[in-house]
Each structure stands twice: as structure tokens, then as C-alpha cells.
């Protein structure tokens, strides 16, 4: 669609339309894309040091640039190069900087060639933010703090990258990501025992609550940096002040835009099965709030239908035989959906109403798995026909399962063998279609030919008959002249009629001329 302000203006307008066709109904809000919120909270935390434009500029450089790409292994003796970065895959953030810091002692020697003359000087853009970057002596240190953070996100984005059902345990899973990163600034008592709202209101920009910036946390691979680094202690100091205040970034941004703060998505955690099994007596209330809000929302017909959920969730809670099942699931990892199915086939307005919460999502995987499939399907020279062809043929084989699993049916092995007998009739289209198009633009070309010689001949004509009317005001001025004058007058005339008949005579030819393309243009 658009940005979030105009996202959340439609989602606004949507509910009152909702509301007033059937008669106060609401959807169930839980917030924006999670995914997408941590992606741009983790862009946030490093937009001061724009490491997203060092990472680009090191890929473009040798990018495309077959002879450049050559100085580089013979001065290196290697052909492994920087990957290109996407602000917008979050998956591959982690795999660009790790690539990055893998090639940097290779572009040291490079940059290092390009300085002493041995190898012509790139004159881009993209050479100059390399160069420019070299010379800061923490941008290793920078790169590593930026991988070590990478790490922690990447694992989360990657598992949630799934339609499956998952909201239920999106909520502890992002808090425990939010405390990972608040333990590296934070200290320890003001973290002991806080609740996953909590976390969504603490305010991390008090600078009491900080750890000093010797004992902040900022990766191993950060810290072996900043000990070869000798007599920069007070930039070493302000790194690590820095360090902070991306991390604190990053956390507002979260906690502004986080799932977290709603209710609904809190109390979905009453569905994740190890959440029931230890602690049955707190998310029975959790259950209890969902059904209130539903019924708040008119999602619900009546009271009574509540009630009938929450005893048949109470009942669910209260077998001891289903303590197997629960200890099955956390063993297995079986699809939520599919294991609630089976839990609670005895109780089916309990699972009517945890098929509505199931459908809740927890953000826009699909679209961002998307982009991935279609990279992997991408090479050079590639139509977009091909690219819509591949993109179907990899949907479905994921839908069954693998290759080994889609099904060998008579229409399948019948179109297939029909394949080279429809590839031959396509390409007798396409020639066809070329050839259209190659007569068409000749027409084309031709009739505009033929517009410009016959504005051209307009413009001849034109001419011609002022020389001509030219020529004969100054032979009719000549007659009531005498002498000098007379004479000066009757040459310019004589002048003007032979401008006249070159005129003539150019006409002529642009008469042949359009003649013959006008019978180009008949045939």
C-alpha cells in the first residue's frame, strides 16, 4: 500500500465501515507487521554511522566492472568479493557484513595499489565512501558491533519467516530478543523479574540505569578490534558511547512500534501448548480476556458462547492425560494448528474460537520469502515471463513438500509431453509478433518520412511564391523608375526569379521523393 500513517488512516476508515454495515463489529488489532518493526528498529540503531552506504558502495565497486574486478584478484590473489546489500531483505544483513569483513583485508591492498599508482584510480562515487571509510580506525570495530547485533536479530526474523500460526509465541520470543539487548546496556537489578509490558514502557533513554561504557556488551569480534587500537582511548570511549545510544535507538523503536503492546497479542501465549502445561492458572485469565475483547468487538454473539469457551478451556486444562500431548508438542515442535486441531476435537466451540485467534497474524513473511525466491530464481538475461514461470513452478513444489513429493498425474506427463510440440508453436508466435512489429515500426518510420517531406515541401512552396511576388512588385517599381535606380531595381528582380525557378526545381525533386514513399507505404 503505502507508508504507516496512510497504512493505519485505511485500517481506521476500514473499521468504521466494518462498523457501521454490521452493526459495530470490529477487527481484532495487533499492530503493525512484527517483522518488519524489528527489521527497521535494527536499521535504526546504525543510521549514524551509515554502514548501509559503506556496504552498497563495496559491492557496486567491483559490480559489473569485468576489468576492475581482474586488478583486484591479480593484486589480492583473491576472487572472493563483497555481496550486495538490501535495506529491505532483513535475512540477509548478517551473510553482507560477514562478507564484508571476510574481503576487508583485500580492499586494504587494493585501495593500497590504487594509491601508489600501480592500478588506475576508479574515479567513483562508490571508490571514494571505501576510501573514505578506510581512513576511520573503528570501522572495523563498527562492522563487527554491526554483525554481532545481525546475529541476534537474524535468527528470530529467519524463524518467523513462515505462514504458519505462530503469533502465540511471538510475544516471549520477542521479549526474550528485547532483554538479549537490553542486558548489553542495561542494568542487571532494573531487568530482574520485568514483565513483557514492562519492557514496552521502561525507559531506556535514563542514563542511570546504563551500564558505564567499559562494561556495555558489544561482541567479542568488537572488543579484539578495539584492543590492537593504541592511543585512541577517548575515541574508543565515544565508540562505546555510541554504541549505546544505537542500542537505545534501537529499543525505542521497538518499544514504539512493538506487538507487545498490545493486550490481544500478550494473551495469545494462553495457546502455545508448554505455556499451558506450566503455568495453567495464569493463562486460563489470559483466555478469559480474549473472549472479552472478542466480545467487546462484537466478534462474539453473546455472553453465553463466552462462557461456553472458557469452561471447555478449563476443562481442557484440568485433564492429567493431556499432560503427554503437551509434553509431545514441546518434544516435537508439531504445527500449533494442527496439534490444537487434534487437542480439541471434544470440544468444538473452544476450537472454533482458537481457529479466529490462529488467523491472527504475526506480519508480512510471505511477501519478504518472496523476494528471496525470486533472487534464487533470477539470472542473467532473464524475462519476466521466465521469471513468472519459475516463481510458479518453486510455489509448487513447496506446497507439496519437496520434488521428490509432487504428484506424477496423467495431465502433468501428458502436458509435458505435449512441451516441445507447444515450445514450437511459441516460437512461430513470437517470430510472427517480432515480425509485426519490425513491419509496423517500418511503417512507422516511413510515414513519418513522408509527413516531413510534405511539411518540407509546404515550407519549399511557401517560399517559393513570396520570390516570385517578390520579383514581380520589383519589375512592376522598375517601370516608373529611370536610370541608376531602374537598373538596381530590375536586377533584384532578376535575383528574386532565380531563387523562384531553384525553388521550382527543388520541388520537383521532393515531388519524386514523395511519390516514390508514398508507393513504398502502398506495398
Not at 514496552?200 to 578495539?226: C, F, M, N, R, Y
Not at 531563387?499 to 506495398?523: F, W
Amino acid at each position: 500500500m503505502d507508508g504507516p500513517s496512510v497504512n493505519w488512516k485505511v485500517f481506521d476508515l476500514f473499521q468504521k465501515d466494518q462498523a457501521a454495515q454490521f452493526g459495530g463489529v470490529q477487527l481484532i488489532c495487533v499492530g503493525s507487521c512484527g517483522l518488519h518493526t524489528l527489521h527497521n528498529a535494527f536499521k535504526c540503531g546504525f543510521n549514524a554511522w551509515q554502514l548501509d552506504k559503506l556496504l552498497r558502495a563495496m559491492h557496486t565497486l567491483f559490480h559489473n566492472v569485468p576489468a576492475r574486478r581482474e586488478d583486484f584478484i591479480t593484486v589480492t590473489k583473491s576472487s572472493v568479493f563483497p555481496l550486495s546489500f538490501c535495506a529491505h531483505r532483513w535475512v540477509e544483513n548478517l551473510p553482507v557484513v560477514e562478507r564484508a569483513l571476510a574481503v576487508w583485508p583485500s580492499l586494504l591492498l587494493y585501495l593500497e595499489a590504487v594509491k601508489t599508482k600501480r592500478l588506475s584510480n576508479p574515479g567513483t562515487a562508490s571508490y571514494d565512501t571505501v576510501a573514505a571509510a578506510m581512513k576511520d580506525p573503528l570501522i572495523l570495530a563498527k562492522l563487527e558491533f554491526y554483525a554481532a547485533l545481525a546475529r541476534t536479530f537474524t535468527p528470530f526474523l529467519k524463524k518467523y519467516q513462515t505462514d504458519e500460526p505462530v503469533l502465540p509465541f511471538f510475544p516471549k520470543d520477542l521479549a526474550e530478543l528485547m532483554m538479549s539487548l537490553l542486558r548489553r546496556f542495561i542494568k542487571r537489578e532494573v531487568l530482574h523479574k520485568i514483565t513483557a509490558l514492562q519492557l514496552t514502557k521502561l525507559d531506556v533513554t535514563d542514563k542511570t540505569i546504563w551500564l558505564s561504557p567499559q562494561d556495555i556488551s558489544i561482541g567479542l569480534g568488537a572488543e579484539s578490534v578495539l584492543k590492537v587500537i593504541k592511543g585512541a582511548e577517548l575515541r574508543v570511549l565515544e565508540f562505546r558511547r555510541e554504541c549505546i545510544q544505537g542500542l537505545c535507538n534501537i529499543i525505542k523503536k521497538v518499544q514504539d512500534k512493538s506487538p507487545l503492546k498490545y493486550l490481544t497479542v500478550r494473551q495469545m501465549a494462553c495457546l502455545d501448548p508448554s505455556v499451558m502445561y506450566r503455568d495453567p492458572e495464569r493463562y486460563r485469565d489470559h483466555m478469559k480476556g480474549l473472549v472479552q475483547r472478542f466480545l467487546q468487538d462484537k466478534q462474539l454473539a453473546d455472553t453465553s458462547a463466552g462462557d461456553v469457551i472458557l469452561q471447555q478451556f478449563d476443562s481442557l486444562l484440568s485433564l492429567e492425560s493431556r499432560s503427554e500431548d503437551f509434553l509431545s508438542f514441546i518434544a516435537m515442535k508439531k504445527r500449533l494448528d494442527i496439534f490444537l486441531g487434534h487437542f480439541m476435537e471434544s470440544y468444538p466451540e473452544l476450537w472454533a474460537f482458537c481457529r479466529k485467534l490462529l488467523l491472527l497474524s504475526h506480519g508480512q513473511a510471505t511477501v519478504e520469502r518472496g523476494f528471496l525466491i525470486n533472487k534464487e530464481v533470477e539470472s542473467d538475461n532473464l524475462q519476466e515471463d521466465t521469471v513468472v514461470t519459475r516463481r510458479l513452478l518453486c510455489d509448487y513444489i513447496i506446497q507439496h513438500g519437496g520434488v521428490t513429493q509432487v504428484p506424477l498425474s496423467k495431465p502433468l506427463l501428458a502436458n509435458v509431453a505435449r512441451a516441445r510440440t507447444r515450445y514450437r508453436v511459441h516460437l512461430e508466435m513470437e517470430r510472427k509478433k517480432r515480425e509485426a512489429k519490425e513491419q509496423a515500426l517500418k511503417r512507422k518510420e516511413a510515414e513519418d518520412c513522408l509527413q516531413e517531406l510534405r511539411v518540407k515541401r509546404r515550407q519549399v512552396q511557401e517560399v517559393s511564391e513570396g520570390l516570385a511576388r517578390d520579383a514581380d512588385r520589383l519589375a512592376e517599381e522598375a517601370e516608373a523608375k529611370a536610370g541608376s535606380k531602374m537598373a538596381d531595381l530590375i536586377s533584384r528582380s532578376n535575383l528574386m526569379r532565380r531563387g523562384h525557378k531553384e525553388k521550382l526545381a527543388e520541388l520537383a525533386v521532393l515531388d519524386k521523393e514523395i511519390t516514390a514513399k508514398s508507393a513504398e507505404l502502398r506495398s
